[in-house]
């Protein structure tokens, strides 16, 4: 594992990953929560807010030399040693009772990658990595899984035509890139589907999807994804090719289509 995060980090991350379902899980499909809209029209809910506040109010207890970026709230502090969160990635769904949401905790050196985690209790599946530690997944008992960590690889697929693709809308693509290109990019392929948000890139890390892409990203969307696609064997850039998480887009490959995808997008 890299010097620079710790097995208590990792443990510390997963940890607050359970305190985040407990939150969130219990709120899915409740009748009696808020909704209220942000400046960019995006939905936020009182359990965006509470598992962002119960996990900012975490890190500042135990790593009281990080710093903290979220979605909800912003950031705190200024060490480069700095913690990123998106307390419910998926809102949408979440709040018309589609199970695809998660929350995502990334913890960060500058900008080298040292953790991430993706818990989606309602899917019951969770997905993390540390530096130099490989990427692991947990499924749920009943799920096909044991509740214990499996190694995770991307897929071996190298020619475009066998590739499956997944994104979440066309809409961002006619405002923010070129719509035409992504759908050539869809010709291009053998599969496509719009599973969305988190559970595309976290595909692509498990191997059962080969390249996911979106063209309009914020960094708490992607801080957690990139060390799990990476640490699986996968690439993680923006659609300019530039690694990391600090583009304004994202493109997740298992690292043989990336450069050719990169040519669409």
């Known amino acids: 594992m890299d010097e620079r995060v710790t097995t208590d ?5 997963l940890e607050l990953a359970d305190a985040a379902d407990a939150i969130s899980l219990p709120r ?15 939905p936020v809910t009182d359990a965006d807010r509470a598992v962002e506040q119960m996990l900012r109010t975490a890190i500042a207890e135990q790593r009281p030399a990080d710093s903290f970026y979220g979605e909800e709230f912003g950031s705190s502090g200024t ?32 900008e080298q990658p040292l953790i991430g985690v993706v818990s989606a209790p309602a899917l019951g599946m969770r997905w993390y990595a540390a530096a130099d530690a490989g990427a692991h997944r947990q499924l749920a008992a009943g799920l096909g899984g044991s509740g214990e960590p499996e190694g995770i690889e991307v897929s071996t697929v190298s020619e475009l035509a066998d590739a499956s693709l997944s ?15 992504f759908i050539a990019l869809t010709d ?20 059962t999807v080969d390249a996911a892409c979106e063209p309009e990203l914020e960094l708490y969307d992607m801080a ?13 850039t923006d659609l300019d090719g530039q690694p990391g998480p600090f583009g304004a887009n994202g493109l997740a490959t298992n690292g043989r289509l990336h450069a050719e995808v990169l040519t669409y997008v």
């Open 188 to 207: 291009a392929v053998w599969r496509t589907r719009a599973y969305g948000d988190f559970w595309s890139y976290m595909m692509v890390a498990e191997g």
């Open 79 to 110: 060490a480069a040693r700095r913690w990123i969160v998106d307390p419910i990635d998926g809102t949408k769904n979440f709040v018309r009772g589609v199970p695809v949401y998660a929350t995502l905790i990334a913890l960060y050196e500058g």
């Open 9 to 13: 980090d990792l443990a510390l991350a």
């Open 167 to 181: 994104y979440s809308s066309l809409t961002g693509w006619a405002d923010h890139r070129d719509r035409d290109r």
């Open 28 to 42: 899915f499909r409740a009748h009696d929560f808020h909704v209220s809209t942000k400046p960019d029209l995006t």
């Open 224 to 236: 957690a994804l990139v060390p799990i696609v990476t640490e699986a064997g996968g690439a993680f």
